[in-house]
């Protein structure tokens, strides 16, 4: 499921596989926000990508002339690469650059884009209702948001204008790591307790991003990211979706609980309610 690392991967490889782009094509009008294919291929056609950028799990590419192209993964959305039109059956819209097809392969249709002029582009995603990039987000602005809120620290973490960039997986691994229960009230934790959070979070997107990139460099045919829930991958977590097997640092079962509609996975011994 794509969080930071999943944008921050696909993003450079926007940067790496996209240049002009020749032609635009949609397969599936749901995949577009705000307009419809005619506008959204006019917008991109006889464009050059002169710069990408991520925000939280949004991607940003500077079209130059005041334009750009927002993408947005969703739940299932990456990007994907052929050298010939024999792109996947569930993808969504492509670019032809250099001969080359990528589109947005999205088998739930999640995944949002747009593109024309850069001001209604970052209107229509809604980039400006983005919290700090968890990333490089400071200690201090951490300990900010956090102390503003009665929401359990885990809910709190979801929530993109407070933190962007964080989803179910990167919050489990990083509560896990700071030792807080994802139950336990953002505004009840301490300096230190707030500084192991900062450093769980900084941790964690790290290690995914260099996990991912590693993955991505064995595929070298297609250089295509599969997600966990492809059935393609291993678990590589600590804690998410591990309901059950033994604690990596005190061999307790983990356990699950369910906030918001989603589950949290944690240890019971090393993340104790408080």
Known sequence: MPELPEAELAASQLRAWVDRIDTALVNDERALRGQDTTAFCRALEGRTIEKVERLGKHIV?????????WIHLGMSGRLARREADDLPAATRWAVRSQSRWVGLVDPRIFGRTAA???????????????????????????ATALGGTRRAVKTALMDQSLVAGLGNIQVAEALFRARLHPARRSDTLDEAEVAALWRGMRGTLRDTLRDLRDQVSRAESSGEVIYMSDGASENPFQVYGR???????CGAPLERIVQGGRSSFFCPDCQPPR
């Open 243 to 249: 309901e059950g097997e033994p604690c990596v640092r």
């Open 116 to 142: 024309g002029e850069r001001s209604w582009v970052l209107a229509t995603a809604k980039l400006d209702d983005l919290g700090p990039d968890a990333l490089v987000i400071r200690k201090k602005a951490l």
């Open 61 to 69: 590419a500077d079209l130059g002339g005041g334009r750009a192209w």
